[in-house]
T-cell receptor, first 114, second 115 residues
Framework: AQKITQTQPGMFVQEKEAVTLDCTYD???????LFWYKQPSSGEMIFLIY??????QNATEGRYSLNFQKARKSANLVISASQLGDSAMYFC???????????FGTGTRLQVFP | NAGVMQNPRHLVRRRGQEARLRCSPM?????VYWYRQLPEEGLKFMVY????????ESGMPKERFSAEFPKEGPSILRIQQVVRGDSAAYFC?????????????FGPGTRLTVL
């Protein structure tokens, strides 16, 4: 079974609008961490935001926020006030409490248009 | 405060040659992870190392691939007798310690092309 599922292969958003990128996960471990990374066309992996399974509040980092719905096992990334520079691949990843590795989804390609 | 360094950024090898990929973790980080990204796919875990120890190599192919993180110097991912299917981007990440809350910071990756 897929541990991390990103169902949107591609998304379009107009500049200055908000966009939500979906991510669902599957784990039976009560302790886990959820991460979002951005991969621009230059190829590097840029850490955006982290949410811990025991965190009571949704994580926020500038224009990025994580809509964490534990019962639904979803951790959607919300980007507010999109900018042209936000065009990139976005990967959701999970780290379970008893392992060291990150498990990545297949990614969502976001295109921001003027 | 330098980030994770990887070199070379691009590497071209012919089938049968060896590829050596280097990774220097962020200052203060003693945990290194290697991931592979095939074209149009997400990253897949390969191996996790601490200084002089391989902690988890569950994602490493059984043959031709090896990794080390010596006491001094960078971590090395070595691929012997490369084949076309090894063509991918190889990313190294580092973190200060192991905990579900610890963020792994990635290097820029090495793009390996096997001709």
């Amino acid at each position: 079974a897929q541990k991390i599922t990103q169902t949107q292969p591609g998304m379009f958003v107009q500049e200055k609008e908000a966009v939500t990128l979906d991510c669902t996960y599957d784990t039976s471990d009560p302790s886990y961490g959820l991460f979002w990374y951005k991969q621009p066309s230059s190829g590097e992996m840029i850490f955006l935001i982290y949410q811990g399974s025991y965190d009571q509040q949704n994580a926020t980092e500038g224009r990025y926020s994580l809509n964490f719905q534990k019962a639904r096992k979803s951790a959607n990334l919300v980007i507010s006030a999109s900018q042209l520079g936000d065009s990139a691949m976005y990967f959701c990843a999970m780290r379970e409490g008893n392992t060291d590795k990150l498990i990545f989804g297949t990614g969502t390609r976001l295109q921001v248009f003027p | 405060n330098a980030g994770v360094m990887q070199n070379p950024r691009h590497l071209v090898r012919r089938r049968g040659q060896e590829a050596r990929l280097r990774c220097s973790p962020m200052k203060g980080h003693s945990h290194v992870y290697w991931y592979r990204q095939l074209p149009e796919e997400g990253l897949k875990f390969m191996v996790y190392l601490q200084k002089e120890n391989i902690i988890d190599e569950s994602g490493m192919p059984k043959e031709r691939f090896s990794a080390e993180f010596p006491k001094e110097g960078p971590s090395i991912l070595r691929i012997q007798q490369v084949v076309r299917g090894d063509s991918a981007a190889y990313f190294c990440a580092s973190s200060p310690r192991t905990d579900p809350t610890d963020t792994q910071y990635f290097g820029p990756g090495t793009r390996l092309t096997v001709l």
